[in-house]
């Protein structure tokens, strides 16, 4: 049974498949195509540069009307990503338009990696290194970088 | 001419042996040589070639003989060197005993230094004499030859540097003396400071005798030097002699030379005019001249070439004699000086053995020995020196190190002091630990007794406690019966005053009664009088009338007046009546009373029964409980007893455990050395160990190698049964195959035969494949073409199917259509086309996305995010 939103779901994938924004890789779960796994890599030349980190993406039937449940499934240090993993970010939540598709979510998530917000802070050790102490932020970022090829 | 002839004479008179004729013919010869000058013969030429040869032949022979002569001169020579070494000898004695003397000398003894001086003043000419001599000596023994006076000269100035070395040694030795008496000088007069003054005259004798002697010894050294120098010069003209001498004979082999070429060329000649001449020697001179006038020229061209050769040899030869000839007279005088020489050395030799010499050599041996003892002497003196000088300043040393070991003795006694108060305090800290290592090791040690005497002892006060609180309450209960026995003695004291009481209110009692009936009695009187009275005023009113009335009424009244009065005092023993009656009452009351107090009493005798019987009872318990208390004290007397007993055990025990302290000391020190013994022991088991491990490992390898060796065996043997076996299975084969080989042999004739066949076989079989090849090929061929003909029809399938397919515009214009399309596609959705619009941003959206989107709260465009509201969504028609 296709519903709206499974609908849209095909397009977007079929969209990133097509047409794939760089650093980033998403597909369905098996046989449900409302629970993605994605991977985003760090952006290049930045401490994030060369982790994996993967994400699980849940759509409910009211996508694209509602954001989708983005998680994170690896060890993140980010002022913006709670220690479970889901991030704090303003289009996942009231900003959420219904023409972001998946690709411009995991894109987003990408770029709040290398600039996030440190006043809505998530992780308040992180929210603080990064506005007080960015050599150590960098440190710790490395150290989870490293800890993502596991 | 002059300059040829007389070294020849020189030679004549110089030789023993003189030159043979032959060589003087030649000699001869040279004088008529230039006469024959002008004739150009050949015959001339010869001559004079054979004059040449001669010459030569005599220049050669006279070379020989001087040869001859040299080693003659060496001969002789041989025991002239005997001589000079002898003297040589003698000369190295003379130059020892004089640096005896000169040794001796410089000491400073008084008595042998007056004859060394007599002898020093002989000894500088005897010197001179000796070498005059010996340099004559040796002129005159040199005299018979040249070289042999050269060599003795030679030996001369050997032995004249020898001895100028020596004499340089002899100053350089008087020098070194001199230089040591001098720093003597002041020790000896030092160390003769207390001797007399006949020694210090003595010694200004010896330093004058020692001043004279350096004087002698200086001007010895002078004729020494003058001596040595005019050797030197010697010895530089002998040089200079020598060199001329080997340059003239080089130059003389050169002219030999020169002539033997001489010879080569006139023997050249000769063959050539020979061989021009021939038989035909007679006639040869005008033959030649007409055949051979160019040769000719060109010989006597030659010719002149050599005579001119020839007048340069005789002008150098006559320079060479010319330089002998001075070399000859310098020879002469040598040798004269030489003989000179040879003859002071024989009258040296003379004198020496002359018998005053001899007495000299004798002295001078006594002086050796002399100045050999003051040489010992000397080095004792030395020695002693040394040794005192040594001695003082060890004592010095002493001296310093008695300072420094004062100093250090007076620090060390300060340390010392301050050591010893450290010890002390050491020793106090030692003793507190030692009282504290007492405590705790009683502590420690019997703490189990202590434990059970504490506990006997904490026991002790709880029963004391107890046993005081039991004597307290018998101390309450005796002090109740004391408050008992003072309560019953004040009962008593109380009845006895009630009782007192009590007789005093029985007698007021008694009293009262008495006075009561004699108020009684009183009453009834009064009454009687009263009635009586009555009547007396009955009869009285009766009796009287008005006056008489009044005078009775008035005696009445005087009588009712003592009446009253006497009522009055009746009242007042009416009053007492009722006082009386009061102490009825009050002895009533007081009988009451009494009776109460008796029954009071009565219970206070019983109580007083109760408590003399609780008194008795708690006699008796007191009595008891004295004996227990007596028993108790007595107990306690022997816990106390016992207590003491045991602390002198417990002091005892206390030593004991001391003791045990120190021999667990002495234990554990005996535990730690066993320790050490033991982790030595350990160790060195831990090494036999490792040992007999290595061994054992070894041992296990090596049972292990003979285990494997051992089934190696097995095996070997194993396989050697296999291969016996194998070998009988091999040979039993081989019998078979042997059969089978025969067989095969049957066998391979008939393969052989049928081969053949295959041969014929395989020859027809390739024909075939020859033909089937063709085949091959054409069907190869057929396939090619077939091929090319289905690429041909698949060019025409591809052109046909692009024909039917259309051009790539219209895949082109599909693509558009397909973008146009998913442009007209809602963006929020991506499904349904566009249908309506928002009029505030322009953005176009389907209709259910806008109308989910106008269902919420924030009514904002998805793609610009600007808030509208329903009124400004649109339908659109596209």
């Not at chain 2, 013969?41 to 010459?55: E, G, I, M, P, R």
């Not at chain 2, 005798?209 to 004729?223: A, C, N, P, Y």
């Not at chain 2, 558009?816 to 442009?823: H, V, Y």
Request: hydrophobic share 35%; proline share 3%; aromatic share 6%.
């Amino acid at each position: 049974m296709t519903t709206p939103a499974k609908k849209r779901l095909m397009w977007d994938f079929k969209r990133l498949q097509k047409d794939p924004p760089v650093g980033i890789s998403g597909a369905p779960q098996d046989n449900n195509i409302m629970h993605w796994n994605a991977l985003i890599f760090g952006p290049e030349d930045t401490p994030w540069d060369g982790g994996t980190f993967k994400l699980t993406l849940h759509f409910t039937e009211d996508y694209p009307n509602k954001p989708p449940i983005v998680r994170f499934v690896s060890r993140m240090f980010h002022p913006n990503i709670y220690a479970d993993g889901s991030i704090c970010l303003d289009i996942l939540q009231n900003q959420w338009s219904p023409i972001y598709d998946v690709a411009a979510v995991l894109t987003s998530i990408q770029s709040l990696l290398c600039d996030p917000n440190p006043d809505s802070p998530a992780n308040a050790e992180a929210a603080r290194l990064f506005s007080e102490n960015k050599r150590e932020y960098n440190r710790k970022v490395i150290e989870i970088v490293e800890q993502s090829y596991v | 001419m002059a300059s040829t002839g007389e070294p020849d004479r020189k030679r004549r008179h110089f030789s023993s042996i003189s030159p043979s004729e032959a060589a003087a013919a030649v000699k001869k010869q040279p004088f008529f040589w230039p006469s024959s000058e002008d004739k150009l013969d050949t015959a001339v030429l010869q001559f004079q070639n054979l004059k040449l040869s001669q010459k030569l032949e005599a220049q050669q022979v006279e070379c020989s003989i001087l040869e001859d002569k040299l080693s003659q001169i060496k001969e002789k020579q041989l025991p002239y060197n005997s001589s000079l070494k002898t003297v040589h000898k003698s000369w190295e004695k003379l130059t020892a005993s004089v640096e005896s003397c000169s040794v001796r000398v410089s000491d400073s003894s008084s008595g042998a230094h007056r004859f060394v001086n007599k002898e020093d003043g002989s000894s500088p000419a005897v010197k001179n004499d000796f070498i005059n001599r010996l340099l004559e000596t040796g002129a005159t023994e040199s005299s018979s030859s040249n070289i042999c006076s050269n060599q003795m000269e030679e030996n001369g100035v050997n032995t004249s540097s020898q001895m100028t070395q020596t004499l340089y040694n002899l100053v350089a030795a008087t020098e070194d003396l001199r230089c040591l008496k001098d720093e003597l000088y002041p020790t000896v007069l030092r160390t003769n400071l207390g001797k007399d003054l006949c020694g210090q005259l003595a010694l200004s004798e010896l330093e004058s005798e020692i001043k004279s002697f350096r004087g002698d010894l200086d001007d010895v050294l002078v004729k020494f030097k003058s001596l040595s120098r005019e050797l030197q010069s010697h010895r530089d003209a002998d040089a200079k002699v020598r060199v001329d001498l080997k340059r003239i004979r080089g130059e003389l082999e050169d002219e030999v030379v020169e002539l033997q070429q001489c010879n080569g060329d006139l023997s050249a000649l000769r063959a050539e005019r020979d061989a021009t001449a021939g038989a035909f020697f007679p006639v040869l001179s005008l033959g030649n001249k007409l055949a051979t006038s160019d040769r000719e020229r060109d010989k006597q061209r030659d010719l002149q070439d050599m005579e001119t050769v020839l007048k340069e040899l005789t002008v150098l030869a006559s320079g060479r004699l010319q330089q002998l000839k001075n070399l000859h007279e310098e020879r002469t005088k040598m040798l004269g000086k030489m003989s000179n020489l040879q003859n002071k050395s024989k009258s040296v030799r003379c004198i020496s053995s002359s018998q005053a010499c001899l007495s000299l050599k004798d002295q001078l041996e006594k002086s050796k020995e002399a100045v050999f003892q003051y040489m010992a002497l000397l080095e004792k003196l030395q020695v002693e020196k040394d040794s005192i000088v040594w001695k003082e300043r060890e004592i010095n040393i002493k001296n310093e190190l008695g300072d420094v070991s004062r100093k250090t003795s007076a620090v060390t006694d300060s340390r010392m002091a301050s050591l010893d108060s450290e010890i002390q305090k050491q020793l106090d800290e030692k003793m507190r630990i030692k009282t504290r290592l007492g405590n705790i090791s009683r502590e420690r040690g019997r703490k189990e007794i202590f434990a059970d005497m504490k506990a006997l002892i904490s026991s002790f006060p709880e029963e004391m406690s107890s046993m005081r609180s039991q004597l307290n309450n018998y101390k309450e209960t005796a002090g109740g019966i004391h408050s008992l026995r003072a309560d019953v003695q004040s009962l008593s004291g109380v009845l006895c005053r009630k009782t007192k009481e009590y007789e005093a209110l029985q007698l007021r009692s008694a009293d009262y009664a008495s006075q009561l009936g004699d108020l009684n009695a009183t009453v009834c009187d009064l009454k009687n009088s009263h009635e009586e009275l009555k009547l007396f005023l009955d009869m009285y009113k009766r009796e009287s009338t008005d006056a008489r009335d009044i005078a009775e009424a008035k005696e009445q009244e005087y009588r009712a007046w003592a009446h009253v009065q006497s009522l009055k005092s009746s009242l007042d023993e009416q009053n007492l009546e009722l006082r009386v009656k009061a102490a009825n009452e009050a002895e009533a009351v007081s009988q009451q009373m009494l009776a109460a107090a008796e029954a009071e009493i009565a219970d206070l005798r019983q109580k007083m029964d109760d408590c003399k019987r609780d008194v008795a009872k708690h006699s008796d318990i007191l009595k008891s409980k004295h004996e227990e208390h007596g028993t108790y004290l007595s107990e306690i007397q022997t816990i106390g007893s016992a207590y003491e007993d045991i602390v002198p055990q417990n002091q005892q025990l206390l030593l004991q455990v001391t003791e045990r302290d120190d021999y667990n000391i002495k234990l554990f020190l005996e535990g730690i050395t066993s320790r050490q013994m033991q982790d030595t022991l350990l160790i060195d088991k831990y090494i036999m160990d490792k040992d007999i491990q290595q061994g054992s490992a070894y041992a296990s390898f090596l049972s292990k190698k003979s285990s494997r060796i051992e089934d190696q065996l097995r095996f070997c043997t194993d396989q050697f049964q296999k291969l016996a076996e194998d070998k009988y299975q091999k040979s039993v084969s081989l019998e078979n195959l042997q059969k089978k080989r025969a067989d095969i042999g049957n066998g391979l004739e008939q393969a052989r035969s049928r081969l053949e066949e295959s041969h014929s076989k395989v020859e027809q079989s390739r024909l075939d494949y020859g033909a089937l090849e063709l085949e091959l090929e054409i069907e190869r061929f057929n396939r090619r073409r077939i091929e090319e003909e289905m690429e041909i029809a698949k060019k025409k399938v591809s052109r046909l199917r692009s024909l039917i397919e259309g051009s790539s515009a219209i895949q082109k214009l599909r693509q558009e259509l397909s973008e146009f399309k998913e442009i007209l596609k809602c963006k929020a959705c991506n499904d349904r086309p566009k249908e309506v619009v928002i009029t505030k941003c322009y953005h176009l959206f389907c209709n259910p996305c806008v109308q989910k989107l106008t269902g919420t709260r924030q009514k904002k465009c998805p793609t610009c995010s600007a808030s509208f509201g329903p009124n400004d969504i649109k339908p659109i028609y596209i």
